[in-house]
């Protein structure tokens, strides 16, 4: 920047995201949802990740979209899965050597295991046992296998 | 997006972030820091907002170097000062219609109140007393004006 004075009239530039070399691009995730999707990734506070992120982005397909890049880093299963909770609707496209290389769905799976806390205090998964969590995945939220507790909204607050 | 096969030898597309209209551009935040001025402006987990982040840019003036948009929204003064403290070379740019209208850096005070919690329990600031937090702003850190306590890190994890 040359000189801190008011500047009139110039306009703002654009393109501020290249197209990345190698990582991934995270699509179609739930309008809003972008910023959970990067705790799911561990991505919290200051970071070292190149990342790219916009939300609310006007999308022909599911009204609003956020979509994620993170370059150098190709996403686990585990993570997958944790998105898969807050954007069903979420495509993982990997890039390598600035290629889309795969290009697929998150799978939304029937039950999830070790992946959201349970609310319920009383709940076995939340007692000193060596049992791990787990849901069935509805259409309209989560319900405990162990203790039949129904999570119906802010999912992604629960998940571990 | 038509079918879910695999697509090789596709370039993945660039250009995610178009100029904004009306709001913020939050230039030359120190690299990482991005996510942190974030949560400054109140916008965590799941959010209505408009906003474009990208991280750890090759920046030719400070190495590295986060950039936020935010639609819509122009910031207040409160909110500028907190960024100064984690982002001190940052630039605002305010955009109206899509021009720059004004343009200036962030201001590092000499004293901050009320916008740092004082990590010391001790603190008479920390009391149920009517006093507000009170730092003063050094080089490297800051200086608590009633129990000298210093901040040397990690200083967005006190930003009140």
């Known amino acids: ?11 703002e ?3 501020l995201i290249r197209p990345i070399r190698n990582g991934t691009v995270i699509d179609h995730i ?5 910023l959970n999707v990067l705790k799911i990734l561990g991505i919290t506070g200051s970071t070292t990740e190149e990342i790219s992120v916009a939300t609310n982005v006007e999308s022909g397909k599911t009204g ?3 979509v994620v890049k993170v370059e150098n880093r190709e996403l686990r299963k585990e993570e997958v899965d944790r998105i898969a909770l807050i954007a069903p609707r979420a495509t993982i496209n990997i890039i ?3 290629q889309v290389c795969e290009k697929h769905r ?3 799976p029937r039950y999830v295991t070790g992946v959201v806390r349970c609310p319920n205090p009383g709940c076995i998964s939340n007692a000193n046992e060596p049992i791990e969590s787990r849901f069935e995945v509805l259409p309209a939220g989560l319900r405990c296998t162990y203790c039949d507790w129904r999570i119906t909204r802010d999912l992604s607050s629960h998940i571990i």
């Open 106 to 108: 998150v799978d939304s």
């Open 30 to 34: 739930t309008g809003g949802e972008a």
């Open 13 to 15: 530039e654009g393109l």
């Open 1 to 11: 920047m040359r000189g801190d004075a008011i500047r009139r009239r110039r306009t």
């Open 96 to 98: 390598r050597d600035y």
């Open 64 to 66: 609003r979209k956020d």
